[in-house]
């Protein structure tokens, strides 16, 4: 059996192949959400939260080759098999055919691309900050596809059925889940001028 890596060992790992800031804010963020979605279920809040960390590894040196990058190098520093697999579930229909099959899975597969939403979301308010912000704020964006356009909804869609979910609590999740970390994500806000 392979060791658990521990999360200085995933942060120097992804920080090894990522230098963007937004990639690395965006790796902050879903480590946030799959810690308190780990917590919420009663789940491994490390482990949970390691997962979401490096998902995307390979997303800015092999962005040809999502995910199957992250396999190699993950295969290569010897990280157990679940974890490798959750990563990899997580491109599902998109850039793998590893169906997410695990709560965790299920949970990285949905939240990961709704971070993205929610971030934006929060960029064009007043305050720059989800520590104000709502679940109706995202929603009101929801249907203008110009809007964070590179967020697809129907991949959050897909995750909120697998969950069983509501997207609004989904959303809801996400945001206090983000909040937990604004600082380090830049979405704590602008002081007012």
């Not at 658990?4 to 963020?29: G, I, M, T």
């Not at 997303?59 to 995910?67: F, G, R």
């Not at 599902?92 to 965790?104: F, K, N, Q």
């Not at 869609?157 to 970390?181: F, P, T, Y």
Request: charged share 30%; hydrophobic share 40%.
């Amino acid at each position: 059996m392979n060791p658990v890596p521990d999360r200085r060992q995933a942060l120097d790992l992804f920080l090894k192949y990522n230098k963007s800031e937004s990639l690395y804010k965006h790796a902050l963020s879903v480590e946030a959400v799959m810690r308190y979605m780990a917590r919420k279920h009663g789940e491994d809040a490390d482990k949970w939260g390691i997962i979401g960390l490096i998902h995307d590894l390979d997303y800015e040196m092999y962005p040809d080759q999502h995910c199957k990058m992250t396999e190699k190098i993950l295969r290569g520093s010897n990280w157990p098999d679940e974890y490798i697999r959750a990563v990899m579930s997580h491109g599902w229909g998109i850039v793998t055919d590893v169906e997410p099959v695990s709560l965790l899975e299920k949970t990285l597969f949905a939240m990961d691309e709704l971070t993205g939403l929610v971030t934006t979301s929060a960029l064009v308010r007043p305050s720059r900050s989800v520590l104000d912000m709502e679940a109706k704020s995202v929603r009101k964006k929801w249907n203008d596809k110009r809007f964070a356009a590179g967020v697809d909804r129907s991949v959050i869609e897909k995750g909120a059925a697998m969950l069983g979910v509501e997207l609004n609590e989904m959303i809801h999740d996400c945001i206090m889940a983000m909040r937990e970390v604004a600082d380090e994500i830049g979405l704590k806000g602008t002081p007012a001028v």
